[in-house]
Structures are given as C-alpha cells and as structure tokens.
C-alpha cells in the first residue's frame, strides 16, 4: 500500500513524508504522528500545519482527521502549540538524529 491511500492522506503529504524519510505505511505507524510531523518540518516543510498532524495520526488510526476524538486533537493540538513556542525543539533535535518516536 501506498502513503496516498491511506484514510486522510493524498500525494501531497505522501511526498512530504518520503522527504522525511518515511516512505511506507509502517513507518508512518512506527513513527507516529508527532514524530512524523516533527521530521516533515525539518526535512519538507518548514510551516506544515497542525491540519497535517490531525491528517497523520487519522492515517495511522484509520479514520479522517474529523473522527479524531476531543481528547486527542486536544493532545495534538497541545504538542503542536508547544512546537510552534519551541518547546519541542529538543524533540527536533532528536528527530534530526534519528532518535525518539
């Protein structure tokens, strides 16, 4: 299976994620969505947004990012706001040498 048939995912964001180097459906999932996204901005797009990171982690469950549950877009939407204060910078960091999930 391809990254652009997954539930929520288009060509696109395929291609921003085999820029990151995730280039399968299992290393999306292996990764996660912080993590995915963490190494999307590094590596593809500098500005991806908190729409991509629903986008990623509805991919990885299955689901639109629209059925993402209150609690986790909550969770999301709080990792993301501390990216974008950076606070996650450390977790940047990681993600640039490999480490972390």
Same mark, same amino acid.
């Not at 991806?48 to 982690?57: K, R, S, T």
């Not at 059925?67 to 501390?82: H, I, M, N, R």
């Given at each position: 299976?391809?990254?652009?048939?997954?539930?929520?995912?288009?060509?696109?964001?395929?291609?921003?994620?085999?820029?990151?180097?995730?280039?399968?459906?299992?290393?999306?999932?292996?990764? =996660? +969505?912080?993590?995915? $996204?963490?190494?999307?901005? !590094?590596?593809? %797009?500098?500005? &991806?947004? *908190?729409?991509?990171? #629903?986008?990623?982690? =509805? +991919?990885?469950?299955? $689901?639109?990012?629209?059925? !993402?549950?209150? %609690?986790?877009? &909550?969770? *999301?939407?709080?990792? #993301?706001?501390?990216?974008?204060?950076?606070?996650?910078?450390?977790?940047?960091?990681?993600?640039?040498?490999?480490?972390?999930?």
């Amino acid at each position: 299976m391809e990254l652009h048939q997954i539930t929520g995912l288009g060509r696109v964001a395929e291609e921003k994620l085999r820029r990151a180097g995730i280039e399968t459906p299992e290393q999306l999932r292996a990764v =996660g +969505a912080k993590e995915a $996204l963490l190494r999307v901005r !590094l590596h593809a %797009d500098p500005g &991806a947004c *908190l729409h991509l990171l #629903y986008a990623l982690e =509805g +991919a990885i469950r299955g $689901l639109p990012k629209k059925e !993402l549950s209150p %609690d986790v877009k &909550a969770d *999301l939407k709080a990792f #993301y706001s501390g990216l974008e204060s950076g606070q996650t910078a450390a977790a940047g960091r990681a993600a640039e040498r490999g480490e972390g999930k």
